[in-house]
């Protein structure tokens, strides 16, 4: 049976499937605590590049944030409990430049999602590392990917590995692959040929 209160939080052209599904694009990789890292790099308050080891990222302030997930291919998964470091947390701990407007998220392997520094700097925007009380399942982004629930999902990198803070936009992986720059679900930002002017990079 659909649960009224969900159906009426759906953004529009949106359903809810059954089950949670699971999409990415490439493999599922292998988590080396002893190998990895976050990079904060880019225009860093610092100018140098900071490197976070597991301990050290691991044991910052965790935060818990409850939402629901909108796929651009239709499905939303609702009322998700996602427990890990919020975004701000971050930004203390590696501050941007001055004149900073734009932040890429990096995953492992190369997969990036650029968002505005606005939309990183929410109190829902928050590296995860658990869902539900668990820790996440490798294929849902063990150790940590970062949610920024009030845009598609695709936004929300999975095996986050670097942030990357810049002084113009540019696009990510799937906004260079026809995908709308801003991603908002409420607005139905799916396609680049959606795009109005200033919406994103020329
Ligand atoms: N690293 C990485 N993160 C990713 C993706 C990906 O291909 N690689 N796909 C995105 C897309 S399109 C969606 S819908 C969500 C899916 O998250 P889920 O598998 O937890 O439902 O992850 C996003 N994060
Ligand atoms: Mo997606």
Redesign the pocket.
């Given at each position: 049976m659909p649960d009224p209160t969900e159906e009426s939080r759906l953004p529009p052209g949106q359903y809810i499937p059954r089950g949670?599904?699971?999409?990415?694009?490439?493999r599922v990789p292998q988590f080396r605590p002893e190998r990895w890292n976050l990079s904060v790099f880019g225009a860093t308050a610092s100018g140098e590049e900071m490197r976070l080891t597991w301990p050290q990222f691991s044991a910052l302030p965790r935060v818990t944030v409850v939402a629901d997930?909108h796929?651009?291919?239709k499905f939303s998964?609702m009322g998700n409990e996602w427990g890990g470091i919020s975004a701000k947390t971050l930004m203390e701990t590696a501050p941007p430049a001055a004149g900073v407007t734009h932040v890429m998220i990096w995953?492992?392997?190369g997969?990036s999602?650029n968002i505005r520094l606005a939309d990183f700097d929410r109190d829902s925007t928050v590296f995860a590392m658990e869902l539900d009380e668990k820790p996440l399942s490798p294929?849902?982004?063990y150790p940590v990917?970062i949610v920024v629930p009030h845009l598609?999902?695709?936004?929300?990198?999975?095996?986050v590995r670097a942030v990357e803070y810049l002084r113009e936009d540019r696009r990510g992986?799937?906004e260079e692959r026809g995908y709308h720059n801003l991603g908002d679900p409420w607005r139905e930002q799916r396609y680049a040929y959606q795009e109005d002017p200033g919406d994103g990079p020329p």
């Open positions: 949670r599904p699971v999409i990415h694009y490439g997930f796929c651009v291919t998964i995953g492992e392997y997969y999602a294929e849902r982004g990917r598609y999902a695709w936004k929300s990198v999975k095996w992986f799937w």
